[in-house]
């Protein structure tokens, strides 16, 4: 394999070089990276080499080791493949931040169409507007949804679903007054909600779900067969379509097709992942097969998972928090190598990830962070967090010229 050629191609938007045309080499698979900068000092005629990073259909990942390394790395890489490599471009500091007041610590925060919800530990949601154009925060209202700390918060269209810890599962109609209509009892520890189906996770470990028709006063729950549940609480849910993915006290994240042709919807086991520690917060991207997850130990993990689910999962570790890992999330879902994750050592930290070794932002909040929520927008991400205090912060990050 040492002596195979890969084909590179130099993206040149971000390095101040004379040459104009698009650069493409063949370099041994087993060259270093300090082999591949003296490359690419000679071939784009730089005093100084920038930090490069290798771009293949839309992730970036960090030159370390040799090209064949990396490519061993990542399974959906390939020596066949070109390698597009480019400058990589820093993500801004985030600007000074923001308080908002909440009558109650926040458990839960959810971000939708420009608006907040903040899950409150008295069984309340706070409702706040984002303001498109300035990313100010004004409250709009209080919904009150159950009556014991909220577990589980997730909105949809017009819809807020919550789970609390006396196991009262609620929903509510967002247009009106939004008076929540109770569902039957479920010892709910985290929930997913989209325009048809709900997701629910339990403190056994086990799903339901709950098929959501315009019709019905209270929706119906169906458990989810399987003889592989987890074997702990389930504390997070996100959704990538056509799959869900549920999280658990027992270091598992599990995959699950949804069938939307069936009556009642389903779901059905794709695979299983395992990390080393509980996990305690996961976020998916939008628009590409990835999950960042928080972690008992404080670690943060980011996994690339394929389509074909028989191949392997890559997951990378970042050295995370002090503590539990309780919030993490993608600052933006387009591809931007770029997340935020809350911990208990009251910090928020930004990471890159082409750079798995120290956060590139790191900010004192001043108490535990419970959660984190994201607001993306087309130059700009709201960052927020919410926890042991009656405060929500808020952050506005610039998306970095030339991502």
């Not at 706040?128 to 925060?137: K, P, Q």
């Not at 990378?316 to 591809?335: C, D, I, Q, Y």
Request: a negative charge.
């Amino acid at each position: 394999m040492s002596d195979s050629q890969v084909q590179i191609e130099f993206d040149l938007t971000n390095v101040s070089t004379d040459i104009d045309e698009t650069q493409n080499i063949q370099i041994p698979i087993s060259t270093s990276t300090e082999e591949f900068n003296d490359y690419a000092k000679a071939i784009l005629e730089l005093d100084e080499v920038p930090t490069f990073a290798y771009m293949v259909s839309s992730f970036e990942y960090p030159l370390t080791g040799s090209i064949g390394e990396l490519i061993n790395h990542h399974s959906h890489l390939s020596a066949e493949d070109t390698l597009l490599v480019k400058a990589v471009v820093a993500l801004p500091a985030p600007e000074d931040g923001k308080t908002t007041p909440t009558d109650q610590w926040i458990q839960n925060l959810v971000v939708h169409d420009n608006k907040v919800f903040a899950g409150l530990i008295n069984g309340d949601v706070a409702q706040h507007t984002v303001n498109a154009n300035t990313l100010a925060i004004t409250p709009a209202r209080t919904i009150n949804m159950a009556e014991a700390p909220l577990r589980g918060l997730a909105v949809s269209g017009d819809r807020l679903m919550t789970g609390a810890r006396d196991k009262s599962l609620h929903m509510a109609t967002l247009k009106s007054a939004a008076t929540s209509v109770p569902l039957p009892e479920c010892p709910t520890a985290a929930v997913f909600l989209s325009k048809t189906l709900a997701v629910v996770g339990t403190e056994s470990g086990k799903l339901y779900t709950v098929d959501i028709k315009s019709d019905e006063a209270t929706p119906t729950l169906f458990p989810v067969e399987d003889t592989e549940h987890h074997q702990q609480t389930v504390t997070a849910l996100a959704y990538n379509y056509p799959f869900v993915f549920s999280a658990s006290h027992d270091g598992t994240i599990r995959q699950w097709h949804v069938n939307d042709l069936a009556t009642p919807r389903t779901v059905a086991p794709v695979r299983t992942m395992r990390s080393s520690s509980a996990v305690w917060a996961m976020d998916a991207r939008q628009v590409s097969p990835q999950l960042v997850t928080g972690q008992a130990d404080g670690s943060v993990r980011v996994w690339t998972v394929p389509d074909d689910v028989n191949a392997a999962v890559h997951s990378a570790k970042l050295p995370g928090h002090r503590g539990p890992a309780a919030g993490v999330a993608f600052l933006w879902s387009s591809g931007q190598p770029f997340i935020v994750s809350g911990g208990f050592d009251c910090k928020l930290r930004y990471w890159d990830l082409r750079n798995h070794d120290a956060p590139v932002h790191e900010l004192e909040v001043g108490h535990r962070v419970h959660c984190v929520a994201v607001a993306p927008h087309n130059e700009s991400a709201l960052v927020l967090a919410g926890g042991a205090e009656k405060t929500m912060w808020s952050w506005v990050v610039r998306r970095p010229e030339g991502l």
